[in-house]
């Protein structure tokens, strides 16, 4: 029996959380300059003077940093792929399947709510990228499906989760969760939606009963 706590998410997440923090560069100002510039212009029209004119820079400087705005697309595309990777410790930690699942659950709907705007372009935009840039980005996101996965064929397994495939149970997690950076505003209450996200994804996709 694995009764659905918030304890050990919680204690996971802070984890994932400290593993985050770091200073923030000019770089980072860049990216999110220029991801709410896609957001609003396109990247097709985007040229690198008016991300420069966008972070409030000279345009030279911008090369001191980047060198094409494929580079900043990439850069966007990465903090929405590689740096959620920090949120599979979550996975590595205490607890069931069901803590675990939670955790991460939380993790990810609180990224998406924090870079809103990074996650719809990098969706939008992906085929912009080169042919590299776009495979380490796939690469990326199958493998945290593939984590997520795995964690669900061990709750099937351990009789708490009840699905039928848990490759597909896992699309339909992801998808649920990433969906929410299409219409999510500044004035949503994140605590709830984490909270009401946590039971669409681990009583709804998963089918966990409470004290099963």
């Known amino acids: 029996m694995e009764p659905l706590r918030a304890d050990a998410a919680e204690a996971a997440v802070s984890k994932a959380a400290v593993a985050e923090e770091r200073p923030r ?3 980072d100002e860049i990216v999110e300059a220029a991801a709410r510039y896609f957001a ?5 029209n985007a040229g690198m003077r008016d991300i420069a004119e966008a972070v409030g820079m000279r345009g030279a400087s ?13 850069a966007i595309a990465l903090r929405m792929t590689e740096d959620p990777q920090q949120d599979l410790l979550v996975l590595d930690g205490e607890g069931g399947p069901v803590q675990r699942l939670t955790g991460l659950v939380e993790a990810h709907v609180r990224r998406l709510a924090r870079y809103r705007v990074e996650h719809l372009v990098a ?9 590299e840039h776009r495979r380490a980005v796939t690469d990326y996101r199958k493998y945290y499906q593939r984590r997520i996965r795995d964690v669900i064929e061990a709750g099937a397994r351990m009789g708490v989760f009840e699905v039928r495939d848990a490759h597909q149970s896992a699309i ?28 669409f994804t681990i009583r709804g996709v998963l089918h966990h009963q409470a004290g099963s």
């Not at 911008?62 to 990439?74: P, V």
């Not at 997690?173 to 909270?195: F, K, P, Y």
């Open 25 to 27: 560069t000019r770089r």
């Open 123 to 131: 969706l939008r935009e992906l085929s912009a990228l080169t042919p």
């Open 62 to 74: 911008l090369y001191n940093h980047f060198h094409s705005k494929e580079e900043i697309l990439y």
């Open 172 to 199: 339909a997690v992801l998808d649920l969760m990433n969906g929410i950076s299409w219409w999510l505003r500044d004035e949503h209450d994140v605590d709830q939606l984490v909270s009401d996200y946590v039971d």
């Open 40 to 44: 609003e212009h396109g990247y097709a």
